[in-house]
């Protein structure tokens, strides 16, 4: 009996020191391509950064594109919580116009971040069986805001998601001037806004 408790601490104690290097090792990956962007981010680069040998970052993470994959599921779970939050702190209208501010302060705050999420060239699948969960709970946080207004309301979640990253990434390479982002954010709510009467007004999407 103490033999086996003695093995599953060991075991335990183990896989704490393999969360908490594969944390590092996202940790630095983000640190540096927020500083230098993503071509910067190598396996060289992370094993100088923070002292650990490449086999160790392949026993994690395979590869580098593993380490980018890791990096953009986190970055799904954190902007899954940041909607959530927005959608929440809402209690009666104005969800559609929080969630679409919290999107893009996140993606305004977090470039580098949000680059790899959706920008580079990732094999993290998108509505798949074998999508993250992160991903997943992210867009039902979009699939909440339209719920009862729809017969197919995971597709105006994908509209509104399109709309949100199109505003995102067109803000994040300068090509749409962030002066008027406040007039765009408006126009959008407007558009995914559907007035009520009563019970629920039903958009038919064909």
């Known amino acids: 009996m103490a033999t086996k408790l003695a093995a599953n601490r060991i075991a335990e104690r183990k896989l704490r020191d393999r969360q908490a290097r594969r944390a590092q090792i996202i940790i630095a990956a983000r640190r540096i391509a927020e500083l230098e962007g993503w071509s910067s981010v190598t396996l ?13 970052l ?3 993470f395979g590869s580098r594109d593993g380490i980018l994959a890791a990096v953009a599921v986190e970055g799904f779970r954190e902007l899954g919580l940041a909607l959530e939050k927005a959608r929440k702190r809402v209690k009666r209208g104005g969800t559609v116009e929080s969630v679409a501010a919290a999107y893009l302060g996140f993606a305004a705050s977090s470039p580098a971040l949000y680059e790899v999420m959706f920008s580079l060239s990732l094999t ?27 017969s197919k309301p995971e597709v105006l979640s994908e509209l509104f998601w399109a709309s949100l990253h199109g505003i995102a990434e067109l803000t994040r390479t300068k090509r749409f001037p962030p002066s008027r ?13 559907f007035p009520r009467d009563g019970t629920t007004q039903m958009v038919k999407v064909r």
């Open 44 to 56: 060289r680069r992370l094993s100088d950064e923070i002292s650990y040998s490449q086999p160790v």
């Open 124 to 150: 993290v699948p998108f509505d798949d069986p074998s999508t993250p969960p992160e991903l997943r709970f992210a867009f039902s946080q979009l699939m909440e805001l339209f719920q009862g207004q729809s």
């Open 181 to 193: 982002q406040k007039e765009r954010v408006r126009a959008l709510v407007e558009l995914f806004n």
């Open 58 to 60: 392949y026993a994690h």
